[in-house]
Nanobody, 116 residues
């Protein structure tokens, strides 16, 4: 079964840290890009960070310098965000896209709430 399984998320206090993980199943190990997008209430979905199997990363300016994306093989991606702010509150979605095309997956989303 082709799917993305996300873990992590939850309620975090401002200034805290969070780690999200996502594992793809039912896909090959061909070159791909995995990462995270997020959508806050009433806002459009936006990029958080992505990383290719070759190690190329892309971060949103809003998280640059306080987040790290990493890959563990071709099918797993992790994201750590430090110094969380209330504006980081959103549903975070994992994505997987094969660089040669043909496969474009989205996870179901995991809620991250930053609040005291």
């Amino acid at each position: 079964q082709v799917q993305l399984v996300e873990s992590g998320g939850g309620l975090v206090q401002p200034g805290g840290s969070l780690r999200l993980s996502c594992e793809a199943s039912g896909v090959s190990t061909s070159p791909n890009v995995m990462g995270w997008y997020r959508q806050a209430p009433g806002k459009q979905r936006e990029l958080v960070a992505t990383q290719t199997t070759g190690g190329i990363t892309n971060y949103a300016d809003s998280v640059k310098g306080r987040s790290t994306i990493s890959r563990d093989g071709a099918k797993m991606v992790r994201l750590q965000i430090n110094n969380l702010k209330p504006e980081d509150t959103a549903v975070y979605f994992c994505t997987f896209r094969r660089l040669l095309g043909g496969v474009d997956l989205w996870g179901q989303g995991t809620q991250v709430t930053v609040s005291s």
